[in-house]
């Protein structure tokens, strides 16, 4: 579940369940080619081109508390604040063309 290449998040508000459960943690990982094609390949994102950034989500989030995989329903339930959070996060993570990422504080390690 967790390596040196998924990046560990906390919400800002988090994912409550229906449970009860409030879910703030999980993981993100770098995006692929792959994740995108897949993405840009699913009917909702045809119907809804808007819809692509839920799905291209849902593949590179590794775990979000319990749930070990994340669907686009799961996105669509948060809060806002954390769907502009996660969307900073990926952007940060897969836009940073001047070199390496740097791997800090918030990257698992084996």
Known sequence: MNDSSTYVFTL???LLDDQG???RQ?????????DEIKSQRDPRVQDN?????LVLLTQAITFLGRFQT????HL???FLTDFLYLQE???DLTHSYGGPIELG???ATP
Do not use: M, S
């Open 89 to 91: 996060v990926y952007v």
């Open 12 to 14: 800002p508000k988090g």
């Open 105 to 107: 504080e918030h990257w």
């Open 70 to 73: 994340v669907t686009p329903l």
């Open 76 to 78: 669509e339930q948060l």
């Open 26 to 34: 999980g993981g993100l990982r770098l995006a692929t080619g792959h």
């Open 21 to 23: 459960t409030l879910h």
């Open 49 to 53: 081109p808007h819809y692509g950034a």
